[in-house]
T-cell receptor, first 115, second 114 residues
Framework: DSGVTQTPKHLITATGQRVTLRCSPR?????VYWYQQSLDQGLQFLIQ???????AKGNILERFSAQQFPDLHSELNLSSLELGDSALYFC??????????????FGEGSRLTVL | KNQVEQSPQSLIILEGKNCTLQ??????????LRWYKQDTGRGPVSLTI?????NTKSNGRYTATLDADTKQSSLHITASQLSDSASYIC?????????????FGTGTLLAVQP
């Protein structure tokens, strides 16, 4: 158990809909990262938050947004869903803001299926 | 372009045998290289982290090597077990800016058969 909690584990929805994925980082970790893993693809970095502030942005679509709350949990909002958004969405956390030598801990993921 | 390539794409071995997975990267500047194990449908779990000055690092039956000159890394698994069946992902940290960016390989899918 990594200590990173993600909900829901599975989600099935229709095209055009909006969903929210939730992540609670490991106790004491200040950074939260969101990744997307499509079938047979490597993990793609979406966005990072550190202590409530956006820190780095990756290949995140404009239809997607995220935030980190004062209690450090984070939410990833996906809207106007398309079939191609079906993927595993992982949250990860680390203590610091840089991953120079810092360990990164992943949650178990949220599997999104768009029909 | 900063890339991480892994080989082979998939591998089948018999329980008890050893195997070596390869990772080549073109990431520059480079901060560190990580190997993760990802069971099907689960989150990745860290096996090793190596900085550019480290040549080898072990974690139980897993031994990672790094040649920063040739930009190659390998993960050697000794005396494989059925539970080693998973995807093994090489991740390179791109040094730059306020935060390092992790670049993920697509993984090697290992199947250990009895």
């Amino acid at each position: 158990d990594s200590g990173v909690t993600q909900t829901p584990k599975h989600l099935i929805t229709a095209t055009g809909q909006r969903v929210t994925l939730r992540c609670s980082p490991r106790s004491g970790d200040l950074s939260v990262y969101w990744y997307q893993q499509s079938l047979d693809q490597g993990l793609q970095f979406l966005i990072q938050y550190y202590n409530g502030e956006e820190r780095a942005k990756g290949n995140i679509l404009e239809r997607f947004s995220a935030q980190q709350f004062p209690d450090l949990h984070s939410e990833l909002n996906l809207s106007s869903l398309e079939l191609g958004d079906s993927a595993l969405y992982f949250c990860a956390s680390s203590f610091g803001t840089s991953l120079n030598t810092g360990e990164l801990f992943f949650g178990e993921g949220s599997r999104l299926t768009v029909l | 372009k900063n890339q991480v390539e892994q080989s082979p794409q998939s591998l089948i071995i018999l329980e008890g045998k050893n195997c070596t997975l390869q990772c080549n990267y073109t990431v520059s500047p480079f901060s560190n290289l990580r190997w993760y194990k990802q069971d099907t449908g689960r989150g990745p779990v860290s096996l090793t982290i190596m900085t550019f000055s480290e040549n080898t690092k072990s974690n139980g039956r897993y031994t990672a090597t790094l040649d920063a000159d040739t930009k190659q890394s390998s993960l050697h698994i000794t005396a494989s077990q059925l539970s080693d069946s998973a995807s093994y992902i090489c991740v390179v940290s791109h040094l730059g800016g306020a935060t390092n960016k992790l670049i993920f390989g697509t993984g090697t899918l290992l199947a250990v058969q009895p």
